[in-house]
């Protein structure tokens, strides 16, 4: 199982919703790490503005950059699940978020 994360908005005076961006999925092994990291899990992420989003990915890559010996006791012991994942996959949410800050965060 794994999370997948992308961004939407509605179209003005349509009904549809388009998608923004890539679509980025990653393990449920790293649940543990991203409520160490970031505060919540991808699935919590789900409804969100991709703006209020932002100050806690960018909290979360600064512990996995500074401090990612503390999070190695998150990684799984099937290998499917690293601090350099978690970290990997935080920053291209994080880019993405920054590219379209108005957007909706989805997960699924």
Same mark, same amino acid.
């Given at each position: !199982?794994?999370?997948?994360?992308?961004?939407?908005?509605?179209?003005?005076?349509?009904?549809?919703?388009?998608?923004?961006?890539?679509?980025?999925?990653?393990?449920?092994n790293?649940?543990? !790490?991203?409520r160490?990291? +970031?505060?919540?899990?991808?699935?919590?992420?789900?409804?969100?503005?991709?703006?209020?989003?932002?100050?806690?990915?960018?909290?979360?890559?600064?512990?996995?950059?500074?401090?990612?010996?503390?999070?190695?006791?998150?990684?799984?012991?099937?290998?499917?699940?690293?601090?350099?994942?978690?970290?990997?996959?935080?920053?291209? +949410?994080?880019?993405?978020?920054?590219?379209?800050?108005?957007?909706?965060?989805?997960?699924?």
């Amino acid at each position: !199982m794994s999370y997948n994360i992308w961004l939407e908005a509605k179209l003005l005076k349509a009904d549809k919703f388009v998608q923004l961006g890539q679509n980025y999925g990653i393990t449920y092994n790293l649940s543990e !790490m991203f409520r160490a990291t +970031v505060g919540s899990t991808p699935s919590e992420w789900n409804g969100i503005l991709a703006s209020d989003l932002l100050p806690k990915l960018t909290d979360g890559i600064n512990k996995l950059i500074f401090h990612p010996d503390d999070y190695r006791k998150y990684e799984s012991d099937n290998g499917w699940g690293t601090v350099s994942g978690c970290r990997d996959f935080l920053i291209k +949410v994080q880019a993405l978020c920054k590219e379209y800050p108005y957007a909706t965060v989805r997960e699924d």
